[in-house]
């Protein structure tokens, strides 16, 4: 299973000259000083932003991640002479509670297109545990945040998948439409503290970090004051490199960013214990994540710990929550052969053409994805029917999941209330098939 895992991410290689005196890290820099601003168009995968680079020569898609204050890249080692240059160094990580092994790396090149980074700190991990391309569906080998985001002004808009840059000296704009907050950084990631109103109508001020690497609404961590309210229930809502993360899941009644009031936005509650393996400090009460930040328009300056937000049109939809109860994810690719009839001529005098053989086949092989259930949500749609951890799902809907990405999966299980879904799905060496009604716990 972890060679059909390595398969499907493309693994970069250690192709770095490691100088033997380090030297401070460069700033990015945009390719045309004159220029005011660029826009970076990025893929939208579960309300994450995926923006195409290359590493020293090298394709790669990275995550942006305001929840990171280091770039990280995930790796193989081409050659071990390579690292006697580079500083080991053990990383905590999400999920786990082991260190993770990495190597500390300079003069990395890091380029956008119209804006580039020389000489930049890239920590490469390799860990095969790490595997964002079997969660996310598509090939994402690294981890980019403070390190890119701490030179300019930034202009999020996920409605549109751009991320406008400005550089500090040449921005003009007036943002008097907008709503001004400030932020803290703690560790090179940004925080606010907003009033939240709980449904048993308690009132607390609590402190999230802004984090565009979670595609989730509000986590709350618990603790002696903070608990999940009675009828919230068991969910599966992150997941680690060993682990699924789970918590409580209910709603808030109201969360005030700025000068806009967010109604009955959808909260998961980590307990304490759980809460440890993933947060490394105790400033934080709970992360905000792209569900909501994909609801503005935002503008993000870390110089002057600045965030301007003004709604976008997603500003009210509350709606985009699994209704299905399947935890799926892409477990790697298989390799499958496709007898293809090739072109057979008919003796006009006899009507009959000689018998097929296996010499009229042409043999096609085919990469096919994995997709399997690796949870199921308890007292949810999916586990009333027969469907089992680690079944293998062919089809949703009459569609070939091979034909569909990840994004297109997830928008289908969390389509409108008592929907009928389809499924086709492989039990060892049964095929099977199944229908499930979609339902949303939270209502």
């Not at 002479?81 to 990580?93: D, K, Q, Y």
């Not at 082991?98 to 930049?120: C, H, M, R, S």
């Not at 979670?214 to 068991?234: K, V």
Request: glycine residues 6%; proline residues 2%.
């Amino acid at each position: 299973m972890n060679k059909l895992k390595n398969r499907a991410i493309i693994f970069l290689i250690f192709a770095v000259c490691i100088c033997s005196q380090l030297r401070s890290q460069d700033e990015f820099k945009f390719d045309d000083q004159d220029k005011r601003a660029v826009t970076l168009k990025f893929k939208s995968l579960n309300n994450l932003i995926i923006l195409s680079a290359s590493l020293n020569g090298e394709s790669i898609n990275f995550l942006v991640d305001t929840g990171v204050n280091k770039t990280k890249v995930f790796a193989q080692v081409k050659d071990s002479t390579v690292l006697e240059g580079a500083e080991f160094i053990s990383l905590r990580s999400l999920g786990s509670s082991e260190p993770v092994k990495a190597y500390k790396t300079t003069d990395n090149k890091i380029d956008f297109g119209p804006l580039y980074g020389d000489n930049q700190e890239v920590y490469y991990i390799t860990d095969p545990r790490y595997d964002l391309a079997s969660k996310l569906g598509i090939n994402v080998q690294g981890i980019i945040g403070y390190d890119f985001l701490k030179h300019f002004i930034f202009r999020l808009n996920y409605n549109r998948n751009s991320l406008r840059i400005y550089q500090h000296k040449k921005f003009n704009r007036k943002l008097r439409r907008f709503d001004k907050l400030e932020f803290r950084t703690i560790r090179n990631k940004p925080h606010l503290k907003l009033p939240v109103k709980f449904l048993d109508g308690s009132n607390k001020e609590l402190v999230f970090l802004l984090d565009t690497g979670s595609g989730d609404a509000f986590w709350i961590f618990e603790n002696d004051e903070i608990t999940a309210p009675e009828h919230s229930f068991e969910d599966y809502v992150g997941y680690g490199l060993e682990l699924v993360i789970s918590g409580k899941r209910s709603k808030l009644k109201t969360v005030n960013i700025g000068d806009y009031d967010l109604e009955m936005p959808r909260v998961a509650f980590i307990d304490s214990t759980s809460a440890e393996l993933f947060t490394a400090d105790r400033y934080k009460n709970g992360i905000i994540g792209s569900e909501i930040l994909r609801r503005f328009v935002i503008f993000l300056d870390y110089k002057n710990r600045d965030i301007f937000l003004k709604p976008s049109a997603s500003f009210n939809d509350n709606s985009n929550y699994d209704r299905s109860g399947l935890i799926l994810l892409f477990v790697g690719e298989e390799i499958t052969s496709v007898k293809t009839p090739i072109f057979v001529r008919v003796n006009e005098e006899t009507n009959y053409s000689k018998k097929n053989t296996s010499i009229d086949f042409d043999i096609r092989l085919e990469i096919s994805k994995i997709l399997e259930v690796v949870k199921i949500r308890p007292n949810s749609p999916a586990s009333e029917i027969d469907i089992l951890e680690g079944d293998r799902i062919l089809k949703l809907d009459g569609k070939n999941v091979n034909r569909m990405n990840l994004e297109e999966i997830n928008n289908l299980l969390r389509s409108e209330q008592g929907k009928r879904i389809k499924i086709q799905l492989k039990r060892g060496k049964a095929i099977l098939k199944r229908e499930l009604f979609l339902s949303s716990q939270l209502n």
